[in-house]
């Protein structure tokens, strides 16, 4: 099995910067670099959206335009870890953030929105922004 956890969540105020971490264990072993890896929110009383995705290349691609520039995805192949730097936070970013991974899908699939709900995901980290 797979296994991602993410942290780094916590409460900040407006304008204020986090950075999300989400560690792979299990079985996806060796095979981590060959994944596309996302970010996912939920925000209360709201259904989960796609925030950004990063395929095995590199090759980054935001779901919000309101978070391009403002979040900043990335990731650690050989730590198997994947990250997201979030800096001039606003009230409206407050949510449930999901880590999520998933085999076979780059490029264009990799886009947050095309795979949902599919692969592994993490149990979520809470970040709440204050105004």
């Known amino acids: 099995d797979v296994q991602l956890v993410e942290s780094g969540g916590g409460s900040v105020q407006a304008g204020g910067s986090l950075r999300l971490s989400c560690a792979a264990s299990?079985?996806?072993?060796?095979?981590?670099?060959?994944?596309?890896l996302g970010w996912f929110r939920q925000a209360p009383g709201k259904g989960r959206e796609g925030v950004a995705a990063i395929d095995a290349n590199g090759s980054t691609q935001y779901a919000d335009s309101a978070v391009k520039g403002l979040f900043t995805a990335s990731r650690d192949n050989a730590k198997r870890t994947l990250f997201l730097q979030m800096d001039s936070l606003k009230p409206e970013d407050t949510a449930m953030y999901y880590c999520?991974?998933?085999?076979?899908?780059?490029?264009?699939?990799?886009?947050?929105?095309?795979?949902?709900?599919?692969?592994?995901w993490g149990q979520g980290t809470q970040v709440t922004v204050s105004s």
């Open positions: 299990g079985y996806i072993g060796s095979r981590y670099g060959v994944y596309c």
């Open positions: 999520a991974a998933v085999a076979g899908y780059s490029g264009s699939r990799c886009y947050p929105g095309s795979w949902q709900g599919l692969g592994y």
